[in-house]
């Protein structure tokens, strides 16, 4: 699908709201209109443009007086373990990793309500609930994988991956908060940036980087990262210091 093609679709603006990300900030978000079927050359062509899926939706921030939202994706091939990252990767070589065709185990949903009560007790997806589960996490596209990782029997993460044309889409992931140990977010992403490589695809796209949201930082530690900076993609190349305009 060409920009021209894009430049016809019809995108809805919603209403001013609460920032998900930065305290007593207003945010807005431009979405795509819903009865447009997600294929996988039209949600291709978005995801280099900037947008993100939640749900069935495609949607990126429409901020007038923000842009501290930035889009961001990690050039696999070229991406090279730290010391750090080789502890955790070794840390949890006994997971096994199991395809999973839809996500309606309640151990799965106690996993979700669990993690979010603890990781994310102050942000907009608190309380959880089965509702939003449904319609965020459990809601797919054709392009849309799941992925169990396991402890012998004991389920301890679940990975929701789009693959694309040119990339893997880290949609959502969510872990059990009691193993702070295994460091299981940083594996998961060491995984699908190894599964990426495997199946000859560029990037893997990390969703919005935010430099003033402490729980947005870590994603700078995946190097080569790249922005989406006035509408192109920028590789960083230095820890940033000051906020990117």
């Given at each position: 699908?060409?920009?021209?093609e894009i430049q016809?679709?019809?995108?809805?603006?919603?209403?001013?709201?609460?920032?998900?990300?930065?305290?007593?900030?207003?945010?807005?978000?431009?979405?795509?209109?819903?009865?447009?079927?997600?294929?996988?050359?039209?949600?291709?062509?978005?995801?280099?443009?900037?947008?993100?899926?939640?749900?069935?939706?495609?949607?990126?921030?429409?901020?007038?007086?923000?842009?501290?939202?930035?889009?961001?994706?990690?050039?696999?091939?070229?991406?090279?373990?730290?010391?750090?990252?080789?502890?955790?990767?070794?840390?949890?070589?006994?997971?096994?990793?199991?395809?999973?065709?839809?996500?309606?185990?309640?151990?799965?949903?106690?996993?979700?309500?669990?993690?979010?009560?603890?990781?994310h007790a102050d942000?907009?997806?608190y309380p959880p609930?089965?509702?939003?589960?449904?319609?965020?996490?459990?809601?797919?596209?054709?392009?849309?994988?799941?992925?169990?990782?396991?402890?012998?029997?004991?389920?301890?993460?679940?990975?929701?991956?789009?693959?694309?044309?040119?990339?893997?889409?880290?949609?959502?992931?969510?872990?059990?908060?009691?193993?702070?140990?295994?460091?299981?977010?940083?594996?998961?992403?060491?995984?699908?940036?190894?599964?990426?490589?495997?199946?000859?695809?560029?990037?893997?796209?990390?969703?919005?980087?935010?430099?003033?949201?402490?729980?947005?930082?870590?994603?700078?530690?995946?190097?080569?990262?790249?922005?989406?900076?006035?509408?192109?993609?920028?590789?960083?190349?230095?820890?940033?210091?000051?906020?990117?305009?």
């Amino acid at each position: 699908m060409q920009s021209e093609e894009i430049q016809k679709l019809q995108f809805y603006q919603t209403s001013p709201h609460e920032c998900s990300y930065l305290p007593e900030r207003q945010a807005r978000t431009i979405f795509l209109d819903p009865e447009v079927p997600i294929s996988k050359p039209l949600y291709s062509r978005m995801l280099s443009a900037g947008f993100r899926r939640s749900g069935t939706h495609l949607y990126r921030p429409g901020c007038e007086s923000c842009q501290a939202c930035i889009s961001c994706r990690i050039q696999v091939r070229n991406f090279s373990q730290s010391r750090r990252f080789k502890r955790v990767w070794k840390r949890n070589q006994d997971l096994l990793v199991k395809p999973l065709k839809q996500l309606d185990d309640p151990a799965i949903f106690d996993l979700y309500c669990r993690y979010i009560e603890t990781r994310h007790a102050d942000g907009d997806m608190y309380p959880p609930s089965q509702e939003q589960y449904d319609n965020f996490i459990e809601a797919k596209t054709e392009t849309t994988q799941f992925f169990g990782f396991y402890d012998g029997p004991q389920l301890v993460a679940v990975s929701v991956m789009d693959e694309l044309d040119h990339a893997l889409s880290a949609m959502y992931t969510f872990f059990d908060p009691d193993l702070k140990q295994r460091s299981l977010g940083t594996y998961i992403i060491l995984w699908q940036i190894e599964k990426a490589v495997r199946m000859h695809l560029p990037y893997l796209y990390l969703g919005y980087w935010v430099k003033d949201c402490d729980k947005m930082r870590y994603k700078t530690d995946f190097r080569p990262l790249e922005l989406f900076i006035d509408h192109r993609w920028i590789l960083l190349t230095q820890q940033p210091t000051s906020p990117i305009k």
